[in-house]
Antibody, heavy 118, light 106 residues
Framework: QVQLVQSGAEVKKPGASVKVSCKVSGYTFTNYDINWVRQTTGQGLEWMGWVTPNNGDTGYAPKFQGRVTMTRNTSTSTAYMELFTLTSEDTAVYYC???????????WGQGTLVIVSS | SYELTQPPSVPVALGQTARITCGGNNIGDKNVHWYQQKPGQAPVLIIYRDSDRPSGIPERFSGSNSGNTATLTISRAQAGDEADYYCQVWDSRAVVFGGGTKLTVL
């Protein structure tokens, strides 16, 4: 079955960067965009952007433009999201999700908790 | 930027029908998708393109979209339906989520 498996939890210092991975299985990696969405504690969902595995094209939400990079490795069917210059406000669970059709997401990865603390 | 408005909470009696709204300017012109999220879990797609159900989602879940309001309807509510529900659209090259609605089954 289709699965997206993310890397484990991270604890980072303010000013550092974090790189989260999302390894897919059960379908052809290059056929679907991978999007990243985060969720701060007790809050709603916030879209960050996407990467197109077929050609590496990316699109980022304005809030994260210049502070995030989304990449992929087609040989390992893995997508990556790297967020720079972390602050405590970046403490959140980060999800990858496969995009279908008119931008709906199914399925999602299990989430990766990133804690930013001094 | 486009905004989606959901009520923070919706109560429903066990076995009754719950309706969760998602308001947005001319949202009827957009494709609306809905997700269910239980505590400690990732969101799960339950409705896409306004009213389509992915395989494995019970028929008790249905959706509609017209004018300025999209609605998720949950019939014969069960205790296991207690969760947060989020609506979502694509607008002007950006993905927008509603703020989420906590469904409480009484």
């Amino acid at each position: 079955q289709v699965q997206l498996v993310q890397s484990g939890a991270e604890v980072k210092k303010p000013g550092a960067s974090v790189k989260v991975s999302c390894k897919v299985s059960g379908y052809t990696f290059t056929n679907y965009d991978i999007n990243w969405v985060r969720q701060t504690t007790g809050q709603g969902l916030e879209w960050m952007g996407w990467v197109t595995p077929n050609n590496g094209d990316t699109g980022y939400a304005p809030k994260f433009q210049g502070r995030v990079t989304m990449t992929r490795n087609t040989s390992t069917s893995t997508a990556y999201m790297e967020l720079f210059t972390l602050t405590s406000e970046d403490t959140a669970v980060y999800y990858c999700a496969r995009r279908s059709g008119s931008f709906w997401y199914d399925p999602w990865g299990q989430g990766t908790l990133v804690i930013v603390s001094s | 930027s486009y905004e989606l408005t959901q009520p923070p909470s919706v109560p429903v009696a066990l076995g009754q029908t719950a309706r969760i709204t998602c308001g947005g300017n001319n949202i009827g012109d957009k494709n609306v998708h809905w997700y269910q999220q239980k505590p400690g879990q990732a969101p799960v797609l339950i409705i896409y393109r306004d009213s389509d159900r992915p395989s494995g989602i019970p028929e008790r879940f249905s959706g509609s979209n017209s004018g300025n309001t999209a609605t998720l309807t949950i019939s014969r509510a069960q205790a296991g339906d207690e969760a947060d529900y989020y609506c979502q659209v694509w607008d002007s090259r950006a993905v927008v989520f509603g703020g989420g609605t906590k469904l409480t089954v009484l």
